[in-house]
């Protein structure tokens, strides 16, 4: 069977069904808009922040802040790829036209990955732009040092996290299941573990809490003079995240009945 | 041609699939038969290979599933009407397993015109019913122009169009020299569509054998004879010493174990005129319920209810009684030949 | 008793129901046939008032279903075996109905019983297999011990010994003079069922008759004859006389030639008067699917290129090639994969009648039935 072959057969199924487009078009829109509007919101009021925030300004990651929503939608979408062709009972059919695991499997993370890549780099360079003309004076450019890193580092840590998504659901078959444990996993355990100081530290080896550092340009000493590691560190320690979960995916695939 | 050897599915303790040998050949409608529980969808599943055995094979031209090259050209299935995405048009739905496959994409509309859903085939599967569902299924089934097809339950939720179609298409193939393996709860349907049968219970091979030998093995057959010279035709009868076991209504007889030609060749012999020489069968459901009778799951008891009498299978009034023949349904209960 | 006068019920421009009128008599298990999107849903459901006539009316026992008092107690239905709270116990969603209707506790315990659920009694119903909601559903059917009693394909999911079951039960629940109305799609099914049929094709009634009749009135059947194998000119010689004769006759695939057109006795005559000796000489009768397909053609929804009834055309005698062509019965249809398009379209020798009258009057030309 030619790979090409379910490359094709992937990108149909990804592009006739209706929640890749709301759950993509979403994850764009809210970061973009919602980076904007706190980009504008922080140009009105910057005179008036504490000096040592001042410091560590960080004018493309403020562009980005949309992002801390806008990955939830990243997250149902990476969800719903794999958990729809569960909940439907599309799988059987699935699996019947590709009975090697492998290449089902490696063929709809890298439609799916592609997408998340694409629509991820539009995501980050709409938002730095827009986000920058909003900021006017405390603004950056494209030219200065690491903010191009930054900006690829979007696309890249919303790829990433639509993989996870993807693996996590693999290992749970269920599209409520893989979103709810995403989200809490995503949103809500590193608040928790930040409120105490002994597990302030383990907070920082959370799948998007390291890859996130990829998308800063200045080490702000106040969120992250903590961390053990630089953004090409961090976002090591999310790709072994995400290797994780698609190997825990790909076993489930493999070992259990479909 | 499908092979099944020494097939084995445990869940646990539990033994859903036994050590299960069969082919399954072309140019046959094969039925596959079995109360609930019995392991048939697991069986099948298995042999799609999603799930897994735990131990023996299945072989589909001695190649395992899994190493199948585009498998969908080789065989084509329909397990489950509900195994496409509601949320894609029904071409969409099918388009996708094409290309997987590099089947061409004019395919696509061939087989949902040839299922009747060609005036449908951009709506969503979704708001289909499950008789438009299994039409679907069927097309999926279709798509490859495999030379092996399993239909799981075809006729569920088809109106009796539907139904006296997929009859015809599925002996139509089988005509064409194809494997067709079907399994289904309708014995009167089944009956109309099977040259062969297997049966199991419990996971465990009962018969292998085709459609007439499984009725004649486990059912009461006779010859029914009617003459407007009855008088002399029980004469006759009584003197070569065949003694007729029934008299249903005035001026036929039933004669058990004797066969029509050589009642026939008596009659000649005699100048008897006959208006009636049948052989008459007992249907394929008599014969299932014989088979199979210690291997069901759900029984209905109604010990003192005021419908006890209702769960009591009292034969259809048309269909001979369960008689002699119990120690012939024993021989056979290993399996065949 | 189920009595529609001019039930008519229209969704906008559709016409889904077309002044239906007809009883359900009781005693007898009385078959609801049509294919889909004839209306036959609709009309169950305005029986059991879901839905609101047009106009028109359907009574049950005399009162519309919304006035009859404890509704439970008189009408039993099994509509849709899914219509059940997945979360509860199959006994707990039983005694939650029984209590609406004060029937008491003990009855859920009997009919759990009956339809052979007492050991899942205590399961969530969200675990249950198709054949085991069905199972429920004719439970809660039952509950109210009604003397009418609906079925909408009550042998869905059900396995062999299931079919058996509900189709002795409906049977039983008729013979004790209850009023029992099933619609099904599986003719070979209905015709060891229902002793009465109700057929319908786009919201009108086609038919209205014992279910012998409908066979006889809307089929042909045939003569099975086999001359001695060990004579091999008999076959010819016989079937040479019965086609001389007037009969028409086609060869089937094991020898047997196919005869319509004779009786039974003047077959035995011909044979005789030919010098063949017979091996076999039976009555078929045809099929209710057959019956059903010549009378609802044009009535059907989505139609396969592939037209089923191509088959039955062929079996058509007023079709059939003479004997000298040699011709094989169409036992096996050799339709290929892409059949073209079939004759149903155009130029069909049966039409549908407009009123049931006309069915009758036609049935009188329709051959005898061999017996």
């Given at each position: ?25 979403t ?61 439907t ?31 991820g ?65 995503v949103?809500?355990l ?15 080896y ?24 630089g953004?090409w ?12 979960a ?13 | ?113 040839l299922?009747g ?79 062969h ?141 | ?5 001019g ?21 007898h ?8 999107g ?153 015709a ?33 004859v ?16 019965l ?28 044979a ?17 699917e ?26 058509d ?14 036992e ?40």
């Amino acid at each position: 069977m030619a790979f090409s072959a379910v490359l094709t057969s992937e990108w149909t199924k990804i592009r006739t069904v209706a929640s890749t487009s709301w759950t993509l078009a979403t994850a764009l829109l809210v970061t973009v808009a919602m980076g904007a509007g706190l980009c504008a919101v922080v140009n009105a009021t910057f005179d008036t922040m504490p000096e040592s925030q001042q410091i560590a300004f960080d004018p493309t990651q403020m562009s980005f802040s949309g992002m801390l929503f806008g990955q939830v939608a990243v997250l149902i979408f990476g969800a719903m790829v794999v958990g729809s062709e569960y909940s439907t009972g599309m799988i059987r059919s699935s699996l019947a036209a590709v009975p090697a695991r492998g290449a089902l499997l490696l063929g709809k993370l890298t439609v799916a990955t592609a997408l998340a890549l694409v629509v991820g780099l539009a995501t980050g360079f709409l938002s730095f732009f827009l986000g920058q003309a909003l900021l006017g004076e405390h603004s950056t450019t494209l030219g200065e040092e690491n903010v191009l890193r930054a900006v690829i580092g979007v696309g890249l840590y919303m790829a990433l996290l639509a993989v996870f998504a993807m693996g996590v659901s693999m290992m749970l078959r269920n599209t409520a299941a893989a979103i709810s444990i995403l989200i809490s996993f995503v949103l809500i355990l590193p608040i928790v573990l930040s409120l105490v100081d002994a597990t302030r530290k383990i907070a920082f080896y959370l799948p998007n809490q390291a890859g996130s550092a990829i998308m800063q340009t200045v080490s702000s000493p106040a969120v992250t003079s903590d961390a053990p590691y630089g953004p090409w560190g961090g976002l090591g320690i999310m790709v072994l995240w995400v290797a994780a979960a698609v190997l825990g995916g790909y076993l489930v695939l493999s070992r259990r009945d479909a | 041609m499908i092979e099944l050897d020494g097939l084995t599915k445990r869940f646990g303790a539990k033994t859903a699939v036994d050590n299960l040998s069969f082919q399954v050949k072309p140019g046959l409608v094969t039925g596959f038969l079995g109360p609930n529980g019995a392991g048939k969808s697991t069986t099948m599943r298995m042999m799609l290979d999603l799930d897994n055995p735990t131990s023996g094979a299945v072989r589909i031209y001695g190649k395992r599933y899994r190493e199948l090259r585009e498998p969908l050209k080789h065989v084509g299935a329909l397990l489950d009407a509900k195994a496409m995405h509601g949320g894609r048009s029904a071409y969409n739905n099918l388009l996708c397993l094409a290309q997987s496959n590099g089947i061409p994409q004019r395919r696509v509309a061939e087989v949902l015109d040839l299922v009747g859903l060609a005036p449908v085939a951009r709506k969503k599967s979704k708001g289909f019913s499950l008789g438009m569902g299994q039409r679907l299924g069927i097309a999926s089934a279709l798509l490859g122009d495999p030379q092996i097809l399993m239909f799981d339950e075809p006729v569920n939720g088809l109106d009796p169009e539907g139904i006296l179609w997929i009859r015809n298409l599925m002996k139509g193939l089988a005509a064409e020299g194809r494997t067709i393996f079907v399994s289904s709860h309708l014995m009167s349907e089944m009956a109309l569509t099977a040259d062969h049968l297997i049966v199991i219970g419990q996971g465990r091979l009962l018969a292998d054998t085709s459609m007439a030998d499984f009725i004649h093995q486990n059912s009461r057959s006779f010859v029914r004879m009617r003459s407007p010279q009855l008088e002399q035709l029980k004469d006759v009868l009584h003197e070569a010493g065949i003694a007729p076991v029934g008299v249903p209504d005035g001026g036929a007889l039933e004669i058990d174990g004797v066969g029509a030609e050589q009642l026939g060749e008596l009659a000649a012999r005699h100048r008897i005129v006959l208006h009636e020489l049948s052989p008459q069968r007992a249907s394929l459901e008599e014969a299932f319920m014989r088979m199979t009778a210690d291997s069901v799951e759900y029984h209905a008891h109604a010990p003192g209810a005021p419908g006890a009498a209702i769960d009591n299978p009292a034969r259809p009034a048309d269909v001979p009684a369960w008689g002699a023949g119990f120690d012939a349904a024993d021989s056979t209960r290993k399996g065949g030949r | 008793m189920i009595e529609a006068v001019g039930l008519t019920k229209r969704y906008g421009a559709k016409t889904a129901v077309d002044q239906l009128s007809f009883q359900v008599k009781p005693g007898h298990v009385t078959g609801f046939l049509g294919p889909n999107g004839s209306g036959k849903s609709t009309t169950m459901r305005m029986i059991l008032g879901l839905d609101r006539p047009t106009s028109g009316h359907v009574t049950i026992n005399g009162s519309p279903f919304r006035e009859l008092p404890n509704a439970q107690r008189h009408v039993g239905a099994l509509l849709d075996a899914k219509a059940v709270h997945g979360g509860r116990r199959a006994r707990t969603h039983l005694l939650s109905i029984a209590q609406l209707s004060g029937i008491p506790e003990k009855r859920v315990d009997e009919v759990l019983a009956v339809v052979g659920l007492q050991d899942a009694a205590r399961q969530r119903t969200k675990g249950f297999s198709l054949g085991m909601g069905q199972r429920l559903g004719i439970a809660t059917a039952l509950l109210g011990d009604p003397q009418v009693l609906l079925f909408d394909e009550p042998v869905n999911g059900l396995d062999p010994e299931g079919i058996l079951w509900v189709r002795n039960l409906m049977r039983r629940l008729a013979a004790e003079g209850r009023t029992v109305f099933v619609s099904s799609h599986l003719m070979s099914e209905m015709a060891l069922t229902a002793d009465h049929l109700i057929v319908i094709g786009r919201g009108r009634l086609l038919a209205d008759m014992g279910t012998q009749e409908f066979i006889a009135h809307n089929s042909a059947g045939f003569a099975r004859v086999r001359a001695a194998d060990t004579d091999p000119d008999g076959r010819d010689a016989l079937g040479t006389a019965l086609t001389r004769a007037g009969g028409r006759v086609l060869q089937e695939p094991d020898g047997a030639l196919r005869v319509t057109g004779l009786e039974l006795p003047r077959i035995s005559d011909l044979a005789h008067a030919a010098g063949v000796r017979l091996w076999e000489l039976s009555p078929h009768r045809a099929s209710l699917e057959e019956a059903y397909m010549r009378m609802t053609q044009s009535a059907v929804e989505y139609t396969s290129t592939d037209d089923p009834r191509a088959e039955l055309w062929e079996q058509d005698p007023l079709a059939l090639p003479a004997w000298e062509d040699e011709q094989a019965a169409p036992e096996v249809p050799r339709a290929a994969f892409f059949a073209p398009p079939p004759p149903g379209a155009g130029g069909s020798p049966f039409l549908m009648p407009s009123h049931p009258g006309e069915l009758a009057s036609t049935a009188k030309d329709s051959p005898e039935d061999t017996r």
